[in-house]
């Protein structure tokens, strides 16, 4: 009877033993099964991470270049600009320290060109007014005489502030036909053709 009982009894213990080996050996796989998962889910994410750095640091990249590329462009264009107006600088001063010859015939061509009847009163610089002389108002007026108009034009007591060139006065409107003017006023035509110059 106890032989019977033991052999139960080994049978049960048998039993219990495959079983836990068998439990065991499917929750070893289930443990593998489920590492093997996390290892693939934790590649995945740690590539979308990388994936989504990279492009972060494509897109700032493009950024941080795009917005260099755009200060250049302004750095490059206020240089650009600086030259140009130098050059319109340099214009003028030639303009203004031309000999005494060469400047009173652009002074007179001007004149003559701008002047509407022949009775304005013409506003120097102190400088320019000294160099201006009786027979250069004799002849102007001779000219205008000449062209139909007036010869009345007078040289004005008062002197202004200008670099070259004068006022023109009529009837209380004055025309400011000062060299730093004239260029300003021509400036805009100019430049483009200033700029192909400087910078071909």
Not at 16 to 41: D, F, G, M, P, Y
Request: negative net charge.
């Amino acid at each position: 009877m106890k032989e019977g009982a033991d052999r139960i009894v080994q049978r049960v213990v048998d039993d219990a033993h495959a079983r836990a080996e068998s439990i065991k050996s499917e929750a070893e796989e289930k443990a593998k099964t489920v590492e093997s998962e996390a290892r693939q889910r934790a590649t995945r994410k740690e590539e979308h991470i990388l994936e989504q750095a990279r492009k972060g640091a494509a897109e700032q990249k493009g950024r941080i270049i795009g917005v260099a590329q755009l200060e250049t462009r302004k750095d490059l264009l206020a240089a650009k600009q600086e030259l140009i107006g130098e050059a319109f600088q340099k214009a003028l001063d030639e303009l203004i320290n031309m000999d005494d010859r060469t400047y009173l015939s652009v002074i007179r061509d001007l004149l003559l060109s701008m002047v509407e009847t022949g009775s304005e009163t013409v506003i120097f610089s102190a400088r320019d007014k000294e160099r201006i002389s009786d027979d250069f108002w004799k002849e102007i007026n001779e000219t205008l005489v000449s062209q139909g108009k007036k010869g009345k034009l007078e040289l004005s007591q008062e002197t202004r502030d200008i670099q070259g060139g004068f006022i023109l006065q009529a009837g209380g409107v004055e025309m400011n036909c000062s060299f730093e003017s004239l260029l300003e006023m021509k400036r805009d035509e100019l430049e483009p053709e200033v700029a192909e110059m400087l910078f071909k």
